[in-house]
């Protein structure tokens, strides 16, 4: 039983050894296209050079955390509004439970939706359970990223947001 538990770990850690290098603030933000539930499939390209993004990755629709984190965005909204800056939460469910989700907790900006897992791997946010972490990452004009929070805390994640793109440099949204 002890070699086969040892077995076991090994090949646990080997698999863990060749994975991909997890992104770090510097590195070129992977692409995406996801569809998001209002509608629109949105990339990673449509916003180079033109304005910073934001992606809030989140484990799964209708839970605790995440209920709060997406009621947190939405009623605090307009400190992330006032800003040159796009913002999304992001998950791997599919397209219809985000869309009921972002009606039932009133977000009023995209949820988008990679049921494939592919921009999840990518972003190497993927837990081995299958979830993403709740990690957001902000994403400058240029498509790199400028910072990567991995402590989010559900509650005040708009306020949170807002402070660290103001921290960043992300100016104020001008008037058209």
């Known amino acids: 039983m002890k070699t086969k538990l040892r077995l ?5 850690m080997a698999s863990l050894s060749f994975s991909a290098a997890a992104l770090e603030v510097g590195d070129q933000a992977p692409a995406f296209s996801l569809e998001g539930t209002d ?5 990673l390209e449509q916003f180079h050079g033109r304005q910073a993004i934001v992606i809030a990755w989140y484990p799964k629709a209708f839970t605790g955390g ?3 984190e997406c009621k ?3 009623q605090n909204g307009h400190l992330l509004k006032r800003l040159d800056v796009t913002y999304f939460m992001a998950s791997v469910d599919e397209l219809e439970k985000n869309q009921e989700f972002a009606a039932e907790t009133e977000a009023d900006f ?5 049921p494939s897992k592919t ?11 299958g979830l993403p972490y709740r990690h957001t990452f902000y994403i400058g004009k240029d498509g790199k990223i400028l910072f990567i929070d991995k402590e989010i805390n559900a509650a005040t994640s708009a306020e949170d947001m807002a402070a660290k793109l103001e921290e960043l440099g992300i100016p104020v949204r001008q008037a058209s």
């Open 72 to 74: 947190s965005l939405a």
């Open 39 to 43: 509608g629109n499939t949105y990339t």
């Open 119 to 129: 921009v999840a791997e990518a972003y190497d946010v993927l837990a081995f359970y």
């Open 110 to 114: 995209p949820l988008l939706s990679d």
């Open 8 to 12: 076991i770990l090994l090949a646990i």
């Open 66 to 68: 995440c209920t709060i």
